[in-house]
């Protein structure tokens, strides 16, 4: 069979399952099989597949319609730029949170005295990889809770940023040390329903990444209201979280003493992120 047949096969048993980036997908899987970037692929059209090459490709297709992430599938997910490792246990990097990244360089690059960066939760490290990887003049740190983010960090942390990025394995705050000029994460923020209902339907990212409690904040407002105490005069939390979430989000941010506070809106114009300053302490 040739490139071209395969492709349409692929991307015709992913049609069926109603999979709306089925030739996307299909592309990416044949080029991690063939070992070949995607424009190669297409001028490889007229090609034969080899025999080795097709069996794994259809053996990758049948894990894709048991909704195998592609990146888990590849091992590897681009993110702002970067080929970010990937592998089961942790979220894959989405477009959306390129929006964060973003945010935080716009701030550091308007005001140079902010250095110090924290991505809390922070899983492949994409956020703060990216950062660093962008101003090299940063002090990126990062944590998360889990085992798997932090191998899957520090492979990451390793191959694109030279290891220059510090990880503490923490539940939240909880044995982060010092103070930062900006704090940014995209913490779980699904409802313990829709987490359920995506585990039901054969979703593999863990968890653990997704549930954010009864209405997705319970994460969020432990965030919130720590935040100031790892804040320096003047330091800004980001956060990343679903748009009709950001009215409750934006409540707890000023009952905590932030100030300036704005929501961003991502590329299809959807509230993503939302922005705020540490106000004064009050003596």
Known sequence: MTVRDVLNEGSGRLNEADIETARLDSSLLLCHCLKMTREKLYASFPDEVPGEALNMFRKLIGMRLDHHPVAYLTGSKEFFGLPFRVEEGVLCPRPDTELLVETALSLTEADH????????????????VSLKNTDPTLNVSASDISSVAE?????????????????TKSSLFEKIEGTFDIIVTNPPYLTTGETDERMDEGWKEPALALDGGED?????????????????????????AHPAQMESMKVCME???FEDIVVLKDLP???RVIRG??????V
């Open 151 to 167: 191998k899957v960090f520090s492979i990451n942390n390793c191959t694109l940023a030279d290891g220059s990025i510090k990880f």
């Open 216 to 240: 997705g904040l319970d994460l969020i407002r432990m965030i919130i209201g720590a935040a100031p105490g790892y804040l320096n005069e003047g330091g800004y939390l980001l956060i990343e």
């Open 269 to 271: 114009g959807l509230d």
């Open 113 to 128: 005295s902010l250095k110090d960066v924290l991505d809390l939760c922070t899983g492949t490290g994409c956020i703060a």
């Open 255 to 257: 009952r905590a003493g």
């Open 277 to 282: 300053r540490k106000g004064p302490v009050d």
